[in-house]
């Protein structure tokens, strides 16, 4: 059975691969330092008998309102708005169409539900990979009104904002 819990310290991250570089880097490496040293993200797992099959890293951020889609930007204050930043999400090669990813948002979803109950959250916003982008619109997410940056020779990400109120229920 597959289980979603927060990132411990001695899970066996080593063997990890998602196929992306630049996620496996960052699970293996900084994901636990991230957490434990430097408190600015958790990471969810997806686990099978101790084998982890995903990962989601999320932390608490803020947008400023003229970032949000148009549609979106009604009633809302014109200072920064709280939100749940999922800041990195990859699925094993081998747990690939076993529902893993979706497993994991759903984690980040009730996290955002939360989040707006505790302490504020106007939604959650993901720059989303180029390959990703379909996967996170058909979620609901839409595409942010912000500046697009340089990432070298990364692709570039696009900003994808989900309202509280737009959160699929489970």
């Known amino acids: 059975m597959i289980e979603v819990r927060s990132l411990r310290p001695d899970d066996d991250r080593s063997s990890f691969r998602s196929g992306n570089a630049d996620l496996d880097r960052f699970f293996v490496r900084y994901a636990g330092q991230n957490q434990f040293?430097?408190?600015?993200?958790?990471t969810y797992v997806a686990a099978e008998e101790g084998?982890?099959?995903?990962?989601?890293?999320?932390?608490a951020s803020h947008i400023e309102i003229e970032d949000l889609p148009r549609t979106k930007r009604k009633r809302l204050p014109q200072y920064p708005l709280p939100v749940l930043r999922l800041a990195r999400l990859a699925v094993g090669e081998k747990a690939r169409r076993r529902g893993v990813g979706r497993r994991l948002l759903r984690a980040v979803f009730y996290l955002a539900r939360e989040m707006g109950k505790k302490v504020g959250?106007?939604?959650i916003v993901v720059d989303a990979k180029p390959d990703a982008v379909e996967f996170y619109r058909c979620l609901g997410f839409e595409p942010m009104d912000v500046l697009e940056g340089n990432l070298g020779d990364r692709p570039v990400p696009i900003a994808m904002f989900l309202s509280l109120g737009s959160i699929p229920e489970d």
């Not at 982890?52 to 932390?59: A, D, E, K, Q």
Request: charged letters at 5%; a positive charge; glycine letters at 16%.
């Open 37 to 42: 040293r430097h408190h600015i993200g958790v």
């Open 51 to 59: 084998v982890i099959l995903g990962f989601s890293t999320v932390s």
């Open 121 to 123: 959250c106007v939604g």
